[in-house]
């Protein structure tokens, strides 16, 4: 159930985000044009996921010059996405990563990977990897002209969606 706290906060709400904070829970709220999306943690399906995409992409991404992350905030302080992975081109920033290669969404139930495509369109993200594992399906998409369109083969690492798919070993 989405909730939206009008500011200022009442105290109960800073002791639940240092509550968070505190417990790691955090790392993967991210803060949509000042609005605070706070998501649970992932199921263990979906690190499961997570951990077969990191071996199977980190050496395509090796080949291509690119740099393997976990969740990292795209964007700005007050603005930004955390995908689950993200390639990156050497001599990436620090903390807030302006732009990313290519981003790796794994979708759950009632998330919002796909409500982000605009925001990655406007920070210039090549492309984008939708693994649903519901729909036990790999969507691949490619900025063009502003847009994200579906690809059969990335333009950046050697693999395409339908090779991928048949590769994952699906919950």
Same mark, same amino acid.
Do not use: K
């Given at each position: 159930?989405?909730?939206?706290?009008?500011?200022p906060p009442p105290a109960e709400i800073?002791? !639940? !985000?240092?509550?968070?904070?505190?417990l790691g829970l955090d790392h993967r709220d991210e803060v949509w044009e000042g609005v !605070?999306?706070?998501?649970?943690?992932?199921?263990?399906?979906? &690190?499961? %996921?997570? =951990?077969? %995409?990191?071996?199977? !992409?980190?050496p395509h991404a090796d080949a291509a010059g690119l740099e393997i992350t976990g969740g990292i905030g795209i964007g700005v302080q007050n603005d930004f996405r955390v995908p689950d992975l993200a390639l990156h081109r050497p001599g990436a920033a620090e903390q807030w990563h302006?732009? *990313? *290669?290519?981003?790796? &969404?794994? =979708?759950s139930p009632g998330d919002e990977s796909w409500e982000k495509l605009p925001?990655? *369109?406007?920070?210039?993200?090549?492309?984008? %990897?939708?693994?649903?594992? &519901? &729909?036990? =399906?790999?969507?691949? %998409?490619?900025?063009s002209d502003g847009e994200y369109l579906p690809i059969e083969r990335s333009t950046l690492i050697d693999l395409g969606p339908s090779e991928l798919a048949e590769q994952i070993d699906w919950p």
């Open positions: 159930m989405p909730t939206l706290v009008m500011d800073d002791a !639940l !985000l240092e509550h968070r904070r505190r !605070l999306h706070m998501n649970p943690p992932p199921s263990h399906g979906h &690190e499961r %996921l997570l =951990a077969f %995409l990191i071996r199977v !992409l980190g302006p732009t *990313a *290669a290519l981003v790796i &969404e794994i =979708a925001f990655y *369109a406007a920070h210039d993200v090549d492309e984008i %990897l939708i693994v649903d594992p &519901e &729909e036990h =399906a790999v969507h691949w %998409l490619r900025l």
